[in-house]
């Protein structure tokens, strides 16, 4: 049982965090491995209302590969991943656009409102918000990078962010579905993690966090000894070039980099699965997790 004075320890190192973040905006990726569980989800949607509540500015952008996997599934669809991307003719494109704007974004939109948020959704359709091309899946053979077509799974080109500057200036909280629009109208399916480092190099974030279904980033996936609190982004990329970050983990550490390159100030991978890790990263000294950092060293 927890006393008093510890309540009260975690009370007070809250406070200067809050100081430090009040008007600033943090891009939270909620993955769908994250998403499987409701008490989690409910933990979650607490945090980023709470984050609202303190004077942060947060922007969700999720995912729901699992979902779109079962509905594939329910339509005699086989799922198959290159380089943590999903292999996507034009059927999948529109079953994950469905699932991913229809189903998914509805019911985080639902649920931050029946917490006191004031949630509004947004896919990459409205307004243009997330242009996008057609992009390969690059895989390492022997360190050598190879480009496989994957096909309409898209790379995002350009962000057109006013929208979402306006629902922030009138105290909104943007959701965001991963889904990428073309030149012609067409539709892309787009890894979540890669549309949250675009997200939040366009809008000049603060933070990146993406909540996944592990403590972070592993030296070797399977010795849970070799868990990295701190990450230089260029370690990271021999990492995915050695085959030790791999599937899940790979477009994760390529959104870090990105928003990283694109001036955003400080990028996080956490664990979903323990409960109100968003608010133990954002408000503790010693935070969760893997930070991805241009240099070495914990800031
Ligand atoms: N070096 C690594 N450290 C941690 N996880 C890794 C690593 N390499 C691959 N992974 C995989 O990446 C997965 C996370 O990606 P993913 O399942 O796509 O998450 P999400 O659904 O949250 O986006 C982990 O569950 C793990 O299987
Ligand atoms: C191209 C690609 O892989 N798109 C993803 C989009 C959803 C997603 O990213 O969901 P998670 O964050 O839960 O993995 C997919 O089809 O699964």
Do not use: W
């Not at 380089?83 to 985080?108: C, F, P, Q, S, W």
Request: with cysteine.
């Amino acid at each position: 049982m927890i006393s008093i004075d510890q309540k009260t320890a975690v009370l007070a190192e809250a406070l200067p965090y809050m100081q430090k973040f009040a008007g600033k905006t943090f891009v939270i990726k909620y993955g769908g491995n994250a998403m499987l569980n409701d008490e989690l989800k409910k933990n979650v949607i607490q945090d980023i209302v709470l984050m609202k509540c303190i004077g942060i500015n947060p922007i969700v952008v999720h995912g729901g590969g699992p979902e779109i996997t079962g509905m594939l599934k329910q339509v005699g669809k086989q799922s198959h991943f290159v380089a943590g991307l999903r292999v996507t003719d034009a059927e999948t494109a529109t079953i994950a656009e469905m699932v991913l704007a229809g189903k998914i974004n509805t019911e985080i939109v639902s649920l931050i409102n029946q917490y006191g948020g004031r949630a509004v959704g947004l896919n990459g359709k409205d307004s243009d918000l997330i242009v996008a091309k057609q992009t390969m899946a690059t895989i390492y053979e022997n360190g050598l990078p190879k480009e496989v077509d994957i096909g309409f799974v898209g790379d995002v080109t350009k962000i057109n962010a006013d929208i979402i500057r306006i629902l922030l200036s009138h105290n909104y909280i943007p959701v965001i579905a991963p889904t990428g629009v073309g030149l012609k109208g067409e539709t892309y399916n787009i890894n979540a993690d890669y549309v949250a480092g675009e997200i939040a190099a366009a809008v000049g974030a603060a933070k990146l966090v993406l909540l996944t279904d592990v403590e972070g980033i592993y030296r070797d996936y399977h010795d849970k000894s070799t868990f990295v609190s701190t990450l230089p982004y260029s370690e990271a990329q021999e990492m995915v070039k050695k085959g030790s970050i791999d599937g899940g983990m790979i477009p994760k550490v390529e959104a870090c980099i990105r928003a990283l390159a694109g001036g955003v100030e400080k990028t996080h991978i956490i664990d979903g699965r323990q409960a109100h890790s968003l608010m133990l990263e954002v408000f503790t000294a010693t935070g969760i997790g893997t930070e991805v950092v241009k240099e070495s060293g914990r800031g």
